[in-house]
C-alpha cells in the first residue's frame, strides 16, 4: 500500500453562502442580544466598545482597540470569541515575531520531495491580535492580505480564510516603549478604533469583588455558532441604504480629503466601511433601513484613526482627531442638506 503519511489532508468544503432569509427581525435581534448580554458579563460598564466589537463582526470588518495597559483590550476580544462558537487564535506580536509566524509557511518534505503548507496563527475566524503595534512593520504587513481579501499567499500559492472572518487588533498608544506606529495602509484595514477608558469607581469596585475568586471568562459559553454568525451578517448586509444616505456618506468622506487641516482623509474603503458599519447599526436598533444619524454616529470611530493631519495643525490650535471630526460634521452641515429620505 502506498505511504499515506506525508498526503496533505483534503481542504475543508468551503460553507454554504449565508442566506438572510435564514433567520428573522426577532431572531437576529435575540442572537445579537445574547452575544451582548455574553461579553458584557466580562466587561463591566463599556457598552460602547462591546457594541462596536459587535458591529465589526456583523459588517465583515476588523477592529482596532487603542489605549493604554490595564484596562481590559484583551478581555474585551477574549470576550468575544468565547461568546461565538468558532475557532479562536491568539497571536502575541513581539519585536522578534516573523511574517511566517502569522500566515504559516511551506516545509519541504524529503521522502516525497514535495512542499506542505503549514497554516499559521491567522487561520481561524476570530484572530486576536495583541499589542499589534509591538511588533516590526514587516510583521504587521502579514496581515493586510489577510485583512482586506480573506487570504494569505504563501509562495506564489493563495490560501482561504475561514468565513467569517474577524481580526481584533489591541495596541498601545505610541508613548508607550517598545511601540511601532501602524502604516497607513495597516490602519486603514481596520473598519473601526475604540478606546477602552477607565472604569468607573462603581465598576471598578465590582471587578475587585467579581474577580478575586475566578477568571470571568471561564464563565462564558458559546451563545451562536459560526453558521449562525454568518446568516447575521447576511441579515445585517439586507439593510436598505437609499441613495440620499450613500450621497451622504460620501459628501463626508470628500470632505475630509478637502479639509485644509487634513493631509490624508478618508479613503474610499473608509466610506464603504461607515456604510457597511452603518447598516449592522440599523439592524441592532431593529431598523431594516439606515438614517443619517447613523452615518454620523459612527463616522469618529470609522474615520478618526485613518485621517492624518497638516503638519502643526495640532500643536498650534490644540485640536484633536475628534475636535477634526467634529468641525468637519459642522462645516458639511453648513454647506450640504442632510437627507431625510430613508427608504
Known sequence: MPDESHIPP???LPPPPADPAAITAETFART???IVTSVTRVIDGKPDAVRAALVCMLAEGHLLIEDVPGVGKTMLARALAASVEATVRRIQFTPDLLPGDVTGVSV???VDREFEFKPG????????????????PKTQSALLEAMEEQQVTVDGRSHALPDPFLVVATQNPLEMEGTYALPEAQRDRFMMRVSMGYPDAENEALMLRQRDARNPLDAVTPVASSARVRDLIAWARSVHVSPAVEEYAVSLARATRQHPDLRLGASPRATLQLVRAAKVWAALDGREFVIPDDVVLLLEPVFAHRL???RGTHALRGRSGADTIATILR???A???VPLATR
Open 108 to 110: 519541504f518534505h524529503p
Open 308 to 310: 492624518i493631519a497638516s
Open 121 to 136: 496563527a491567522i487561520f481561524a475566524h476570530i484572530v486576536i491580535a495583541d499589542e499589534i503595534n509591538r511588533s516590526s
Open 331 to 333: 462645516s458639511i452641515a
Open 32 to 34: 445579537t442580544d445574547a
Open 335 to 337: 454647506s450640504v442638506r
Open 10 to 12: 483534503r481542504p475543508p
